[in-house]
Nanobody
Framework: VQLVESGGGLVQAGGSLRLSCAAS????????MGWFRQAPGKEREFVAG????????YYADSVKGRFTVSRDNAKNTLYLQMNSLNPEDTAVYYC?????????????????WGQGTQVTVSS
């Protein structure tokens, strides 16, 4: 599986960005997926997850109500719409594929990762 994130950049506090994750190499629609982020000096943390058909979504408390995860299985693409961004959201954002059952919230449950895209929110 290959995952390629895009859409990161520099944005002012209160602004919005939409990240995309293009998948190839497996039947994208068969698998759950997630977004994680890692800020400098911090561990990688869960941001959002979505089931194979988009029927259920999961969010970290820190982003609930501001971020929305979605997917378009016809386009093999995962999205993360980020609104009301603040400087604490600054991090490298990664998408990941979860091949098997297990918690959406734990990075070790995911089997393939993208290279990440930088999101920087200025105050």
């Amino acid at each position: 599986v290959q995952l390629v994130e895009s859409g990161g950049g520099l944005v002012q506090a209160g602004g919005s960005l939409r990240l995309s994750c293009a998948a190839s190499g497996r039947t994208f629609s068969n698998y759950a997926m997630g977004w994680f982020r890692q800020a400098p000096g911090k561990e990688r943390e869960f941001v959002a997850g979505i089931t194979w058909n988009g029927g259920s979504t999961y969010y970290a408390d820190s982003v609930k109500g501001r971020f929305t995860v979605s997917r378009d299985n016809a386009k093999n693409t995962l999205y993360l719409q980020m609104n009301s961004l603040n400087p604490e959201d600054t991090a490298v954002y990664y998408c990941a594929v979860k091949l098997y059952s297990g918690s959406y919230y734990t990075a070790r449950q995911y089997d393939y990762w993208g290279q990440g895209t930088q999101v920087t929110v200025s105050s």
